[in-house]
């Protein structure tokens, strides 16, 4: 009897739906997929080739595919029996998302949880929200908005509001943003961060999205990474509302996309036993079913669309669709892990006024020389 064993991110969104998917993946076939989890900080910073030497599947964060291929930790999920469920599964990508987990012509991983960064708010305080960026601050400065801006998510508000503003990440290499556009959303960051709590520069999305669905002190975050759970009954005592980020020069495009896919070790115990239960993790019955009803984020548009889906949480699907269609993509080499690390940080420094906006840049203008590069 086949097992496998994955690792994955200790929320209910990364967890819980992996758990009860993998119960139903061994009714139906046999196999055993266990699951260990982590914190969320180590899914968004650990080395994926230590991961992948540990187990057979891993729920990972798109940027770290390219390290991930070129350090020989991953199995292309291509070329091997799979590649009509992979051509359906492109179609039904939501935005980009499906294409981030691609790299040098192979296909590393599947998209089975899409996000990027929206707007949230609570609808039973707020029953219009604000749309542009002009009610956002009026509605900062009555003091309800909030902000995750942690170093990483600092710097993904960065990607987002200059991917807004018309200049989405370089994909050359030595590159990462341009620095006019850059300079103008990095000022629209300082005016918001005066105007919100000073500990939110401190917090990530679950931090934020737990403050707004406890208390009725605040009710709007602009730019939040999706978590479906706060929209469905009976998660938390207040359910949230997302809804597209702020329009901008470029409408409501640019947000910086992000999610979780899963991948396979290219040392897993059975390397096609694992593409097999991705490709049945990815499926469409999977994501609108077992997946999304026990706590699953979907990745794929089938879910996105699904009617039960959207009325069971007010419309997360639908309200957010134009956002990610419209998403920009982080860099993609395999030095992004390492700048992403120091980046966040220089971001949440300028944030702070710790070091100049003129320091922040130059010091991102260096990293990309030295990390933004082919190997």
């Known amino acids: 009897m086949t097992t496998l064993r994955g690792i994955t991110w200790d929320h209910p969104r990364g967890y819980d739906c992996l758990v009860a998917a993998s119960a139903e993946y061994a009714r139906q076939t046999g196999v055993t997929v266990t699951w260990q989890k982590h914190p969320l900080s180590a899914f968004e910073g650990a080395p994926i080739e230590e991961l992948a030497a540990d187990y057979d599947l891993l729920v990972m964060d798109h940027p770290h595919i390219p390290e991930a291929v070129e350090k020989g930790a991953l199995a292309a999920l291509d070329g091997h029996g799979f590649d009509d469920e992979l051509a359906a599964l492109a179609s039904q990508s939501v935005g980009p998302s499906h294409d981030t987990y691609a790299y040098r012509g192979h296909q590393y991983g599947l998209a089975t949880d899409s996000a990027a960064q929206v707007a949230v708010y609570r609808p039973d305080l707020l029953p219009e929200p604000p749309r542009d960026w002009d009610g956002v601050f009026e509605l900062a400065r009555e003091g309800r ?4 801006a942690h170093p990483v998510h600092a710097l993904s508000s960065l990607v987002t509001l200059t991917g807004n503003a018309g200049a989405p990440p370089a994909s050359d290499p030595g590159s990462f943003l341009d620095e006019e556009f850059a300079g103008a959303a990095l000022e629209r960051m300082h005016a918001l961060a005066e105007l919100v709590p000073e500990a939110n520069l401190a917090q990530n999305p679950i931090d934020i999205a737990e403050e707004l669905s406890a208390t009725d002190r605040y009710a709007y975050a602009p730019l939040i990474y999706g978590y479906v759970n706060y929209s469905r009954p009976g998660f938390r005592r207040h359910r949230l509302q997302f809804i597209d980020i702020p329009r901008g020069p470029a409408g409501v495009a640019g947000s910086q ?32 079913g077992v997946y999304y ?43 992004w892990p390492a700048f992403q690390n120091q980046a966040s940080v220089w971001t949440n420094q300028a944030l702070r006024r710790d070091i100049s906006d003129g320091e922040l840049f130059r010091l991102l203008r260096e990293g990309a020389a030295e990390l933004l590069v082919e190997d």
């Not at 706590?295 to 669709?321: I, M």
């Open 145 to 148: 908005v909030l902000w995750p």
């Open 257 to 288: 996309i992000g999610g979780a896919g899963i991948a396979v070790s290219a040392t897993a115990s059975d390397v096609d036993a694992g593409r097999a239960f991705a490709l049945w993790l990815a499926s469409p019955d999977v994501q609108r």
């Open 293 to 335: 009803d026990n706590g699953g984020q979907p990745g794929y548009g089938a879910a996105w669309e699904d009617e039960r889906l959207n009325e069971d949480s007010l419309d997360f699907f639908r309200g957010t669709r134009q956002t990610l269609e419209g998403a920009s993509i982080r860099p993609r080499f395999a030095g």
